[in-house]
């Protein structure tokens, strides 16, 4: 990743008041984190060495993939990013799940596609899938509800 990757990333990181990402390509990690030198954000590698310091003022939010919904004892599963929702690994491929389909911790349930990568999102929860929330091609906000699940 060039340092015009991570300015654009950092970008992204103003404009939707995001404090903390994590991206994972093969064998290279990066993350971004607000507050580690004076407020600034610092991307780190692997062993949490310093690799390039941008100052940006980011208000902290934070949202976990998987949150219970309350009263219904369903369990919503969230975006952990922005970018676009899909429900299929290609246009030409069946949907990763549906309405009825079971899942557990480790089943694909869509990719989201954030910098022109695809990320695959996890169920992160065992149970069967009792809603889809997000149409296809979608754009979606970090915390977005994608699926909801009724645990198993």
């Known amino acids: 990743m060039d340092l015009k990757d991570i300015k654009a990333i950092i970008d ?3 404009k939707n008041s995001i404090t903390e990402f994590e991206l994972e390509q ?3 990690k990066l993350r971004l984190k607000r ?3 004076g407020g600034s954000p610092v991307a780190q ?3 949490q060495a310093p ?3 941008v100052p940006m003022s980011v ?3 934070t949202a976990p993939a998987v949150v ?3 009263n219904t004892g369903e369990i919503d599963i969230k975006s952990p990013m922005i970018g676009t929702f899909y429900r299929s690994p290609s246009p030409e491929s069946g949907s990763y799940v549906e309405v009825g389909s079971e899942v557990n911790v480790d089943t694909v349930v869509s ?3 954030a910098m022109k990568v695809m990320n695959e999102i996890k169920a992160e929860v065992k149970g069967v899938i009792t809603q889809i929330l997000v149409e296809n091609g979608k754009p979606v906000e970090f915390g977005q509800p994608l699926f909801k699940v009724r645990p198993s």
Do not use: F, R
């Open 68 to 70: 219970s919904a309350a």
């Open 26 to 28: 093969q064998d290279s």
């Open 59 to 61: 208000p902290a939010i």
């Open 111 to 113: 990719i989201i596609e």
């Open 35 to 37: 507050g580690l030198t």
């Open 45 to 47: 590698n692997d062993d």
């Open 12 to 14: 992204l990181m103003k």
């Open 51 to 53: 690799i390039v310091s």
